[in-house]
């Protein structure tokens, strides 16, 4: 299906299909030696790309923009009638626009200019969603996000709650050795329940032999005893660094729950080490089924309150934070990055297309000639989604043809945020 064209009945029928399943092997292949890769180039996190690729990269920024043409609003006292006047704004000459700082603004609209500029908005977006795209390729970046330093250590959670998810675990770490670590300097890799086992003492060069080696071990480990992450962070964290100390360090946790010690203390210890050195926490959880009767945790947590808890222990280790579940994912910080910056775009390109900016009609689209659509109800809501509790409304917009794809969000709560995240998900599985 070519870019843009969809409709949002496949975008249900590619959501009911899709399972983690659909990502993971059988037994038998498991068994199978790597199919190693190598990647391309330099992958970076979405809030180190954006610092390139972003609106404010790209001098895109709106008020950036009209601030030549805008004027701060005068007030003068005239001694000849005796009181302070304001200045007036002709209206077929300026209109009034809110700053970002709250203030208002004169403008002298410039309409060629703000045409030129809705184009350049709409390549952005295209932009950003061609990155969300990148995100998905791959089955280690739905699970691990993108591995972007040079040293790499994995901590994989093998505690015995995790039995009837041994084979998403062992599959989750399969396609991280084939896709994401070929070419990196080194790595190893630590598995823990309540005893912690590490791969190597130190981390290892990233060869295929190493890479081999380290499945093989991989598969004879069990899901055993409780879920000891602090020790495993301590075993990792404390690594006694080599002379390469200038390269970059990534430690990528998957986990599926809360360790079974304080929240608190797990926190205050690794943001302790983590802004000591050069070193970046990843945290990758996994949420299955919730089976508390089969194997109660020490530290019950709902998923919401798991998800946060290890959300603020990435954040603490400089790293970033990737939810999935069995359907798919849940959360992503690369991804909600670019989702903010989207929500910028959109919001910058209703304040050019609104009344407010340009008396008198919209700004039209910038390829209206090439959009049929676009000559009849330009914009008008393919369709309305709406969030349980909730009197917030979320409207997507979404224009059919090739060079334009505008979405519309009216909304800035945590909630919506997720449903954003989850269309553009679907929107995505449907091309």
Known sequence: MRPGNFHFSQVSTGLDSLTLSDFSPVSSALSAPLCIQTTGPVPSSSSEWLKTHGLKAQKLDLYQLLARNAYSPQEMFVPVLGKTVSSTVHERVMVQLEWHDGTVKNLHVDLPSLQKYQKRLMGAVHLFERRVQWLNRTGSQQIWGTVCEQRVQVLLDMSGMNVHYQLHIQHAIRILLQEQLADKHSFNVIVFGSDVKSWQEKMVPSTHENLQAVWLWIQAVECVGGRNTLAALRCALEEEEQEESSLTRGVYLLTTGMPDQHMVSVTAYVSERCSASNLNLHVCLFTGEEDTARCPPPRYATRTETARALSGLAHAGNGRFLWMTETGIVESDDISALIGEMETAVNYFQKVSSEQCVPGAFLTCPVRDLCPQCL?????????????????????????????????????????????????QLLLKSQ
């Not at 969030?387 to 334009?404: N, Y």
């Open 376 to 424: 009849n109800n330009s914009w008008e809501p393919e369709e309305k989604f709406e969030t349980p509790a909730r009197s917030d409304q979320f409207l997507m917009f979404r224009k059919v043809h090739p060079g334009l794809c505008v979405l519309k969000m009216f909304h800035r709560s945590s909630e919506l945020r997720h449903h954003l995240f989850s269309q553009v």
